[in-house]
């Protein structure tokens, strides 16, 4: 069982359309994050997202990206006007004390 | 920014052979950490070593780091069919639920031939 549950498993959308995707964590943890696969290529770091705040991002994470916690539980990535070089499984992750991270099984999204 | 990379990007074995994965990375961290990835799933933690130590074990799995060379590998001992996955390093400079993500290599796909 997933530590964290990520909806929609698979979305897809026209290009320039916004994209809200969802993770809910098991247990109640506050440090999450959220990376991205690209078809056939490395998983990246995009946000770290710690109490309610950004703690860090990385340059892919730029504006037309955000992340919140509107209900205390969900934790969603918004992205607001979707380019072709979205499309991309994310993965929603919570972290151990250590570091080690356990994913949710991803979103996968395709921009048309 | 410090990257795990792996070698070889693809192996393939025959099941019940010994598999091992190799990785470098760049700068000074804390710990080292292998996550396999199932075609189109999610990434799962194999095993976590920290900087100070130079070899851990769990189950079919022995990991080594060497700090001075700034490598790791993942040894994956009797190999299965359901070992057949992408293995991924990954590295992080602060631990405590530290603000750094994680940075990944490009992984190993490993194929386990029946």
Redesign the interface.
């Given at each position: 069982e997933p530590e964290v549950t990520q909806t929609p498993s698979h979305q897809v959308t026209q290009m320039g359309q916004e994209v809200i995707l969802r993770c809910v964590p098991i247990s109640n943890h506050l440090y999450f994050y959220w990376y991205r696969q690209i078809l056939g290529q490395k998983v990246e770091f995009l946000v770290s997202f710690y109490n309610n705040e950004i703690s860090e991002k990385s340059e892919i994470f730029d504006d037309q990206f955000s992340v919140e916690r509107p209900d205390g539980s969900n934790f969603t990535l918004k992205i607001r006007s979707t380019k072709l070089e979205d499309s991309a499984m994310y993965f929603c992750a919570r972290t151990t004390w250590t570091g080690e991270l356990f994913f949710g099984e991803g979103s996968r999204l395709t921009v048309l | 920014s410090q990257q795990g990379e792996e070698d070889p990007q693809a192996l393939s074995i025959q099941e019940g052979e010994n598999a091992t994965m190799n990785c470098s990375y760049k700068t000074s961290i804390?710990?080292l950490?292998w996550?396999r990835?199932n075609s189109?799933?999610?990434?799962?933690?194999l095993i976590?070593i920290r900087s100070n130590e130079r070899e851990k074990h769990s189950g079919r799995l022995r990991v080594t780091l060497d700090t001075s060379k700034k490598s790791s590998s993942l040894l994956i001992t009797a190999s299965r069919a359901a070992d057949t996955a992408s293995y991924?390093c990954?590295t992080?400079r602060?631990?405590?639920?530290?603000?750094?993500?994680?940075?990944?290599?490009?992984?190993t796909h490993l194929i386990i031939q029946p």
């Open positions: - | 804390n710990n950490q996550y990835q189109g799933r999610g990434l799962v933690h976590l991924f990954a992080i602060r631990t405590g639920g530290g603000a750094d993500g994680l940075t990944f290599g490009k992984g």
